[in-house]
């Protein structure tokens, strides 16, 4: 029996990783922490976990997490790095959905988080998360950044592009549109019904702190350091990101729809939860919420020369809690699906 | 192998069925039918099937429906009834998400649906199919009627009020708040964004078809016919019921709020899913969204001599696709609760 | 030119206020008072006013607010009756839309907003601000309680039906819905879009500050002190409430549809601000969205015997600073319609 | 007193008309039209009009529509065309909310809309009536085609852009995303709330009917012919459209924030509808909810050289009636903001 524990799991992250873990017969969720909320029981924050989980919220600092196989981080940044250093040396492994080890690059990290990392060593050890990226590298790691969420949908959408070589890099646009989920459950007036409902809006215009991730991730794969314009969007719903990614056809290139879509189809061909959607069908966020998938559509614009590749996923499954889910089955060696072959909820 | 046919699999209640059957090991789904889209694959209609439902849609009429050993009815009313009795005589057994077959008055059925009865004689042997009040039967039936979105929300919270007879129900108030996916999925103005979202209001005021369902199921549980005034509300969300039910407490009964909650408590200590919630919490329909619970909570307010029972469910789970796959469960001798424990998806 | 202050605009009466105010050529906006934004503009606050408003937030005790003629108060309660004094006697005249003046009942008040109340003479001196109820009191006031929303709702709703006086009043149930903002602008988790949309709940089930305000204003229309079981419910959208009001026929009266529609006609006739609907014709919240109409229909359901009042207004308007407006209008003697005819935004 | 008749009133930008026009006293709504509701009572269909709009629907080939001053279509496509030359005949004047008269070549006319031209003769007559580009035009015209939504928020946001010269025209994108309301009100599955809320999609991914529209705008500022990729999105809520556009800045060009604000600022100084926000400052559809105006924010990245334009309006007003009032308003003589200065509706 794995044991897991959970630190921060009073965020909408944190209920996510509860609901895909609660069933689970090879695991027991052993220690679940929340600073404000110590002694009180976890069902009674979210009634829907009534009769599913029935532990109590322990301290952060919990002794028991360094007990635990599996300890995720459900924090806001700057808190994982902190307790990792010691949980690891107790022999724990752990995946942190915060973005305290996702920049390999220090710096940038400490200029977009505005604070010292304080285990530069670890961010060199840490392992990137996507496992359609870094599967093998993620079995054997003690140390996993699970992605952000609009990396997330962005990169799957853009890395068979990237790879087949066939576009301008320097003219990369990714518009993508993020429910309200995303900023989080903390009280904060920009995100009440009365601001955020019947509206949406551009917002972090002049940089997101997800961009160098993606670049990071982007830049893998291309030969040129790309040009990437990411603009995210507080669209109107709770749950889904849709990201809408445009490029250039190089110059001098052939394209076809045709040639796309087998090639995408087959860059995806085993991985269980990307899904290259067919000719003429096209994403929305509705068909993977509450699921694990990427819906992925690749389009050829002939009059325009321009590739437009359409990616949906939920921001929390996909996005955060069921990817975190993904990655500790890689770890532990079992089937990747496991516990996550569940359907969307549709309507 | 349990085979298993599903009629009219185009709308909410259908795609929801599908959803909760598609993963059961147990369970092989044979025949999905819809008359307009015969030939089309069921995941191109509902693209959150991909990759978990194969099947295509077939004509209703298909053969292969007799051979399964349930048969489901997804269908507006006045279809089933047609179908239902070749069915049963060539073995197949039937549960309805329909009305057809849910009154057994059919005098009533008669009025309210605007149409005849084309076999009455059935109606006799239907099983009204909620659970927590007819188990046994249903167990044993061949037909059974799955009940009412409302009906279910209304009957949990107010039975246990009336079993224990300390109110006056000639004084029943029902006021019930539904998501827009009851109207189901079907063009109509009347619940177009435009329409329907940011906006309340009451519907079928001067009588709706569910309110002689809900009659018949109280008056099995009072001495003296309930007078209920029933009123349904459009609510702008997609799922979820809410029933806010009101009586007084019979003239010279003695009430307090720890007798109801021990009484409602213990009524429900065995169902697996009515949850009835301690003092102080409530019930919002976000905690049931994709579940298959009831949550309820009962309330004693003094001041008013009243009794307010809050009843939550999602509409298309209790409400219908999952109370159906529960009735299943009850009829084919398995664990009442397979494939049917997913957590509710919050947020 | 009529000179206007506003004490805390920042939330959402403030800003709906100034909405209602901004064209008005016979007033000018003199003093907008924030605390915590003093010296910002008002329209980088809130970017709908650009151009309509060009006012900077002054502080709250600004000399500049004892000048104007009319003062209102958009405050959180127990804020205006700490200024009120002063400003009465500088020679402004109040209209308070928090609930400071509104219950005659110092010690109610008291227990309901548990703090002392600085000015309870003043209480005895302040007009309850319905016109509907209190048009010639309200002319000549210097300090006028503009209602809550809820008992605007509830109010307008049965106080013909108490007048006619065929009911029983000891079994009256309002069964009320209100969309989010009514909760205000402020950073609070429970008012996110993640918590709040696509779910509905009951709230202070044991009781809401409204309760009494509501019986206060009900009992002035009935001899015998009313019995009503008031129940708020947080509904997903932005603006609205919707009040469905039960009241079961006394024994021994007759009711007919056509008398309570001809009661209710006759009754609110010279009203231009209530609109009873025709038989057949229900009231949704979306078409008094932004307007400061309340749309009533009256019901008779002869087999329960009981009659069913539903009751719509915007929350915002009508509900608060609509009707804060109309109260001014009445001051000063003006057309009480004036400023206030805009249509409801459909959809 | 003007004479205004309206053609197909049922849909959204026919019920926004009479909103906005229902209050003017210099005109006089004489004529609304309806074929299948012809009889009823206009305020019947919309209860929100009850009290501002007396009239009942007539028939659409109503003799009486020749005899107004302004006749308007808010016809869906295909339809004004065949009414417009015997009104111009009779001496009205046409301002068509459709898309009959808004492209100049036929040919691409009829290949978008599947249907011939029945008087291509007017096409060329016709004005087309973004008035921040054409108001003299449009001052003296017998019939104005007032543009598509997304036309106008996109054109109004590229054409200062276009017009300064600096950007590469070859790459440009238009991301939009507009409300569910923009599709009318039309029985339609795709727009039901089950479908359309808390989902964000693409479509018309290969070819929107705007996408001409846009081009033939955009080609007057641009001495290249711009190479536009256009692609739309449904959005989770009832108005508001938002372009974010995206250009790169040409080979060679020197750019900077303050460049383009000032530009911008200057280029719009005169107009009473477009409003160019201060740097730091981004539009939200809210902030222009049910007003007429267009607020743009012009940014530079200068990590990307690259422009990004955001423009927002509600597509009901300043995307679709509140353009036609302004458009009569013009034709009319009388100042342009005569009766659109009402404030967008917030929260």
């Given at each position: 029996?794995?044991?897991?524990?959970?630190?921060?799991?009073?965020?909408?992250?944190?209920?996510?990783?509860?609901?895909?873990?609660?069933?689970?017969?090879?695991?027991?969720?052993?220690?679940?922490?929340?600073?404000?909320?110590?002694?009180?029981?976890?069902?009674?924050?979210?009634?829907?976990?009534?009769?599913?989980?029935?532990?109590?919220?322990?301290?952060?600092?919990?002794?028991?997490?360094?007990?635990?196989?599996?300890?995720?981080?459900?924090?806001?940044?700057?808190?994982?790095?902190?307790?990792?250093?010691?949980?690891?040396?107790?022999?724990?492994?752990?995946?942190?959905?915060?973005?305290?080890?996702?920049?390999?690059?220090?710096?940038?990290?400490?200029?977009?988080?505005?604070?010292?990392?304080?285990?530069?060593?670890?961010?060199?050890?840490?392992?990137?998360?996507?496992?359609?990226?870094?599967?093998?590298?993620?079995?054997?790691?003690?140390?996993?950044?699970?992605?952000?969420?609009?990396?997330?949908?962005?990169?799957?959408?853009?890395?068979?592009?990237?790879?087949?070589?066939?576009?301008?890099?320097?003219?990369?646009?990714?518009?993508?549109k993020s429910g309200?989920?995303g900023?989080?459950?903390?009280?904060?007036?920009?995100?009440?019904?009365?601001?955020?409902?019947?509206?949406?809006?551009?917002?972090?215009?002049?940089?997101?702190?997800?961009?160098?991730?993606?670049?990071?991730?982007?830049?893998?794969?291309?030969?040129?350091?790309?040009?990437?314009?990411?603009?995210?969007?507080?669209t109107?719903?709770?749950?889904?990101i849709?990201?809408?990614?445009?490029?250039?056809?190089?110059?001098?290139?052939?394209?076809?729809?045709?040639?796309?879509?087998?090639?995408?189809?087959?860059?995806?061909?085993?991985?269980?939860?990307?899904?290259?959607?067919?000719?003429?069908?096209?994403?929305?966020?509705?068909?993977?919420?509450?699921?694990?998938?990427?819906?992925?559509?690749?389009?050829?614009?002939?009059?325009?020369?321009?590739?437009?590749?359409?990616?949906?996923?939920?921001n929390?499954?996909?996005?955060?809690?069921?990817?975190?889910?993904?990655?500790?089955?890689?770890?532990?060696?079992?089937?990747?699906?496991?516990?996550?072959?569940?359907?969307?909820?549709?309507?």
């Amino acid at each position: 029996m794995v044991k897991i524990g959970v630190v921060g799991a009073t965020g909408y992250t944190g209920v996510e990783l509860l609901r895909l873990l609660a069933h689970r017969e090879d695991l027991r969720l052993e220690v679940v922490t929340s600073r404000e909320l110590q002694g009180s029981a976890v069902a009674e924050l979210f009634p829907s976990l009534r009769g599913h989980v029935d532990l109590e919220f322990s301290a952060p600092d919990s002794e028991a997490l360094g007990d635990c196989d599996i300890v995720f981080f459900a924090t806001p940044h700057a808190v994982a790095m902190h307790s990792v250093p010691g949980l690891l040396e107790k022999g724990a492994r752990v995946i942190d959905l915060s973005a305290d080890f996702r920049l390999q690059n220090v710096a940038v990290w400490e200029r977009w988080y505005k604070t010292s990392h304080c285990c530069p060593d670890l961010i060199k050890e840490a392992v990137y998360g996507l496992p359609e990226v870094n599967r093998a590298q993620i079995g054997n790691a003690r140390l996993v950044a699970a992605p952000g969420c609009y990396p997330t949908a962005i990169q799957l959408g853009f890395i068979p592009l990237l790879q087949v070589g066939l576009i301008d890099v320097t003219q990369l646009v990714a518009d993508a549109k993020s429910g309200v989920s995303g900023a989080g459950r903390k009280a904060a007036v920009d995100f009440l019904v009365g601001e955020a409902n019947e509206s949406i809006k551009a917002y972090a215009v002049h940089g997101h702190r997800h961009g160098p991730e993606i670049e990071q991730g982007l830049n893998r794969y291309s030969e040129q350091a790309v040009n990437l314009t990411f603009m995210p969007h507080l669209t109107p719903m709770i749950r889904g990101i849709l990201a809408t990614l445009y490029a250039p056809v190089a110059g001098g290139k052939e394209v076809s729809a045709e040639l796309l879509q087998t090639h995408y189809q087959d860059y995806y061909r085993n991985e269980p939860f990307v899904d290259v959607l067919p000719q003429g069908q096209f994403p929305a966020t509705r068909n993977v919420k509450g699921a694990n998938y990427c819906q992925i559509s690749v389009n050829y614009l002939a009059e325009n020369s321009r590739v437009v590749v359409l990616s949906a996923i939920d921001n929390l499954v996909k996005g955060a809690s069921g990817q975190a889910v993904q990655i500790m089955n890689i770890m532990l060696g079992l089937p990747e699906t496991t516990g996550l072959e569940n359907i969307a909820l549709v309507p």
